[in-house]
Structures are given as C-alpha cells and as structure tokens.
C-alpha cells in the first residue's frame, strides 16, 4: 500500500512537471492534425484561454493574448463576443472575426510545439 502511494505521488508530480510550461490554448487546425499528438507548425495562430492581454486597452482586463506567424509575428489580444467567436484586435491591422468552434484546442508549450486536445467542432 505504501509503495502504491509513492507511485501514486511520482506520477502525479510527474504529470505535474510535464504540464507546467503547457498553456491552454484555441489554435488554427492544419492538414494531419489528431487528438493527442505533440506538433509544431511553421505558421501557427494560438489565442491563449489565460495569458492576459497586454495592450493598453480599454476592456483588456477582459480579453486575452492572441499570437500569429505569417512571415512576421502578430500579437494582439482576443476576446469572445456573444456569439461565441473571438474578436481578434491587432495593432494597426484591421479587427477580425473567427468561430470558436471551427479551432482546435491545444497546450502550447513555450518552445511552439503544441499538444493537441481537441479537434474542431466545425468545419474538418
């Protein structure tokens, strides 16, 4: 029983450890994409559920941050609007509009692999 508890603590540390860097977040769905797999992609598009937005915005407190690569980085912030999509601010480009449920969901780690969790409901 004893032995069974310590496993019990290393795998739960363990777990813990794994998932620590991991930020939960919505990410464009690409080609070959499935549940439970790590990958990176060259040109990802993360808004993140918890890291706040940093621009000086009125509202900001209610929005979080929102990364995207097409050749330069994009940040902005996002937030979701009553339809359910997220409305995504960037500086000095236009506003935009994206379903929620056409993302997948997924932890992004600080390198830009990404552990993919869910697929979209939309959309695949």
């Known amino acids: 029983m004893v032995i069974a508890m310590k496993k019990l603590v290393w795998i739960a540390a363990l777990a813990a450890a794994t998932s620590a860097g991991a930020e ?10 499935r549940v439970g797999e790590t990958v990176r992609t060259p040109f990802p598009t993360v808004l993140y559920l918890h890291k706040k ?3 000086p915005l009125v509202g900001a407190d209610h929005m979080r941050f929102y990364a995207a690569y097409h050749g330069a980085w994009d ?8 339809r359910g999509d997220a409305v995504i601010v960037v ?5 935009r509009t994206i379903p929620l449920d056409a993302l997948a969901r997924a932890d992004v ?12 409901a939309r959309g695949r």
């Open 91 to 95: 500086p000095k480009m236009p506003t």
């Open 53 to 55: 937005c940093d621009l």
């Open 109 to 120: 780690q600080k390198d830009g692999t990404m552990t993919i969790k869910a697929m979209p």
């Open 75 to 82: 940040t902005g912030c996002w937030v979701r609007n009553l």
């Open 24 to 33: 939960d977040a919505y990410v464009y769905p690409f080609d070959d994409m």
